[in-house]
């Protein structure tokens, strides 16, 4: 087997076997209830902003655009839901993935989205991100091989579910390009972990917990994120927003100056190259 699309499709099936699930795309009605209500208990929105509707999954279905779920036999287990973007023809934007539990179907379903996407002739998929919850920001630089492009402030206004309310909704963009020789290696099962240079400098650091401020004036900038943002929301608001206003600081001013985000460390920083 060769060329991109089959091997897109292969991996995609590899990701889904490892996970012990099915994922296809889906077209009833029934269908997008049952991905409705998964979001609804992942997410617990507020009943009046639910992340997607019903009625919205079957019209982008019946659009062409991406509503799939990952199964382990007659039970959803995951969800996502993408439209086709501009540029038309080369974009298709990921609005919403999510699963109920781990073991790699959040993989396996973007795996699903990637061998979608180039079947009809798209280049690159995007979402957005919270730029300070570490187990995605992870995800979609290691894992998946992603790359930040943009930093987005309040960009989604006030938010009011269990996940984000308390907090102002920064987000990244994040650009998958489907056929970069570090993409096809992290969809084969090898994560994207740029090496990190000697000379790099502490941009943010965590220190107990906080952070602090460091130096910005190299060519490899490391800004640190909190271990786990989300029980600090809950336990230490204030320790919450001084991340979010340091981090936006530090990696929105980097990335608005044209730095760019190359990776992630174990430690839990980005890795930045303020030369581009």
């Not at 060769?2 to 296809?24: F, N, Q």
């Not at 502490?202 to 107990?208: P, R, S, T």
Request: proline share 7%; hydrophobic share 40%; net charge negative.
């Amino acid at each position: 087997m060769s060329g991109p699309l089959p091997a897109a499709s292969a991996a995609a099936d590899a990701a889904a076997a490892r996970a012990g699930v099915t994922v296809r795309q889906l077209h009833e009605i029934e269908e997008f209830e049952s991905v409705f209500e998964l979001f609804d208990r992942i997410w617990r929105p507020d009943p009046t902003s639910p992340p997607i509707t019903t009625e919205l999954m079957r019209a982008m279905s019946h659009a062409g655009n991406y509503v799939s779920g990952a199964y382990e036999g007659d039970e959803l287990v995951g969800g996502s839901v993408g439209f086709l973007a501009a540029p038309p023809g080369v974009s298709l934007h990921s609005h919403i993935t999510g699963a109920t539990i781990g073991r790699g179907i959040g993989f396996a379903l973007k795996l699903h989205q990637r061998a979608w996407a180039l079947e009809r002739g798209l280049e690159r998929i995007t979402w957005t991100f919270d730029p300070l919850v570490s187990r995605n920001i992870y995800f979609n630089l290691v894992k998946l091989g992603a790359r930040p492009e943009e930093y987005l402030p309040r960009f989604y206004g006030a938010m009011e579910d269990s996940i984000n309310a308390g907090d102002e909704s920064d987000r990244v963009l994040a650009v998958w390009r489907l056929n970069e020789p570090h993409v096809v290696r992290a969809a084969d099962g090898s994560p994207h972990r740029p090496l990190v240079p000697a000379d790099a400098v502490a941009g943010l650091e965590n220190k107990e917990g906080r952070p602090v401020f460091g130096r910005t004036d190299g060519r490899t900038i490391l800004v640190a994120v909190p271990e786990d943002i989300e029980t600090l929301r809950r336990t230490d608001p204030g320790a919450a927003t001084a991340w979010r206003c340091a981090v936006r600081d530090v990696l929105g001013d980097l990335m608005a100056a044209g730095a760019k985000v190359i990776g992630f460390t174990r430690g839990g920083g980005y890795i930045v190259d303020r030369n581009g």
